[in-house]
């Protein structure tokens, strides 16, 4: 099933530094002993943009990630997230953010509505508004009769949309996504991007890294990271035509084909 790109269900997003910067990156290094994981890298995220973050297993985007969720000190260089910055404020930045892994990012042993009561305590909604939202995120998802069920009982696709929406529960300036649609089916995975284009729209910026390659065509940027270094950063269609390519795995392919490193 092929999905709608953002443009055609959207307004297009706008030019780069009108709506300001949600994630400010300069010369960014870490370095493990002798092992330099990611090495001086630089860009910059607009808030309220959908920024694909991609590399092959191995490439350090994984590492990368965890430095801009303040749970990563850099060795080296200049970083501010939601305008606090890496090294002096990761709390802050923590308290700013919303994350969700591949992984899963619930409890399964509670249920859905006590994981919405949970995470809503820790993000510091109040009991009236918690239970007000609660019932809305309830009635939007559609799961009024799975209220009370374990999640761990619950199918893989209405797991992830539900672990993406606890994740913005409480409206943080970012969320970081870390392969949010692995293994969920194509319908699935498409109603799961329009809530992150909803998402978007409400001001939140999306950081998502996925090894969909059809994905990384619903992003307004993307950058692609290469052995610890970015070797490609622009609008999938740029970088195709930069690339002389049919679609975003040709472009993949063409930089991660000369990787030195593996997993």
């Keep these: 099933m092929e999905y709608q790109n953002k ?31 990611v090495y001086h890298i630089s860009f910059e995220v607009e808030k309220g943009e959908i920024f694909g973050f ?18 990563s000190t850099p060795t080296s260089g200049e970083a501010t997230v939601a305008g606090f910055d890496v090294y002096k404020q990761a709390e802050n930045i923590k308290k700013n953010i919303g ?11 509670l ?12 993000y510091g909604i109040s009991k009236n508004e918690l239970k007000q939202k609660s019932a809305e995120l309830i009635e939007k998802l559609g799961l009024e009769n799975e209220k009370n069920k374990l999640v761990s009982e619950l199918p893989l696709g209405w797991k992830q949309k539900l672990a993406f929406s606890v994740a913005i529960f409480h409206q943080p300036e970012i969320v ?5 649609t692995g293994g ?29 390659m059809d994905e990384a065509e619903y992003c307004d940027r993307v950058s692609i ?18 690339f002389d390519a049919q679609n975003m795995d040709e472009v993949f392919y063409a930089l991660a084909r000369g990787a030195k490193r593996g997993e």
């Excluded at 443009?7 to 330099?36: C, V, W, Y």
């Excluded at 610890?228 to 930069?242: V, Y």
Aim: aromatic share 12%.
């Design 54 to 71: 991609l590399g092959a297993n191995g490439a350090g985007k994984t590492t990368a990630m965890r430095m801009f969720c303040g749970l």
């Design 7 to 37: 443009t055609q269900t959207m307004p297009h997003f706008s030019p780069l530094g009108e709506r300001g910067l949600a994630i400010k990156a300069e010369n960014i290094t870490k370095k493990f002993g002798d092992f330099t994981a």
């Design 176 to 180: 970081f996504l870390d392969e949010p």
């Design 111 to 122: 249920t859905v509505k006590e994981n919405l009561n949970f995470f809503g305590g820790i």
């Design 225 to 242: 990271m290469v052995d610890g270094k970015i070797a490609a950063l622009d609008t999938p269609s740029n970088l195709k035509k930069q």
């Design 184 to 212: 969920v089916d194509p319908v699935t995975r498409r109603q799961f991007w329009n809530m992150i284009y909803d998402a978007s729209e409400r001001g939140i910026t999306i950081f998502v890294t996925t090894h969909y």
């Design 99 to 109: 994350y969700m892994s591949q992984k899963f990012s619930l409890y399964g042993n």
